[in-house]
């Protein structure tokens, strides 16, 4: 079972619409991240957040920490084809070194 | 700046057979960590390392093992390989000592088990 739930698993859109993935997990992180993953490349890092109720906007991306930093989102506004990709939440634990993953959603813009 | 460099890129083995894996993180970067990633698991963490110490380790069996060198690149090999080893093996190096900051990802190196 995954420590990080992401939903949904797959979203399919036209270009100028918005959408809105979800991180969720019963478990507390110091802090979440967000990346995006293109084919054949490996993951890059979109933001990091890190205090709980927090919200980052980056252009037409706005990511949100839940305040008690178990759960986020990430909401694309009038999505473009070049936001295709796959989508991973990753969260921190309070004292390892190491980030867990969600499964990751696969957004599909299309033109 | 060079990225991280994973190598080879694919490879095909057969079940039995063993694989060695090898990663160059960013230059100064000390923490390197390794990901299985399958499409119905996602990303799996294997192991942390760091100025050649073993920090973390995921929920693997003991064929997975890794190792860190002195110039920080790390190497990581499956023996005895299933066909359930077929993955997208992921390297993410990390230049912050109190980790984890920022991954910075390889390519990967696919690997396929006939």
């Given amino acids: 079972t995954q420590l990080l739930e992401q939903s949904p698993q797959f979203l399919s859109i036209q270009e100028g619409e918005n959408l809105t993935v979800y991180c969720n997990s019963s478990s507390v992180f110091s802090s979440l991240q967000w990346y995006r993953q293109e084919p054949g490349e490996g993951p890059v890092l979109l933001v990091t957040v890190v205090t709980g109720g927090e919200v980052k906007k980056l252009k037409r991306l706005t990511f949100q920490f839940g305040d008690a930093r178990k759960d986020s989102s990430l909401h694309i506004t009038a999505a473009q084809p070049g936001d295709t990709g796959l989508y991973l939440c990753a969260g921190a634990g309070t004292n390892d070194y190491k980030l867990s993953f969600g499964a990751g959603t696969t957004v599909t813009v299309r033109a | ?114």
């Fill in chain 2, 1 to 114: 700046k060079a990225g991280v460099t994973q190598t080879p890129r694919y490879l095909i083995k057969t079940r039995g057979q063993q694989v060695t894996l090898s990663c160059s993180p960013i230059s100064g970067h000390r923490s390197v960590s390794w990901y299985q990633q399958t499409p119905g698991q996602g990303l799996q963490f294997l192991f942390e390392y760091f100025s050649e110490t073993q920090r973390n380790k995921g929920n693997f069996p003991g064929r997975f093992s890794g190792r860190q060198f002195s110039n920080s690149r790390s190497e990581m090999n499956v023996s005895t390989l299933e066909l359930g080893d077929s993955a997208l093996y992921l390297c993410a190096s990390s230049g912050l000592a109190g980790g984890p900051g920022e991954l910075f990802f390889g390519e990967g190196s696919r690997l396929t088990v006939l």
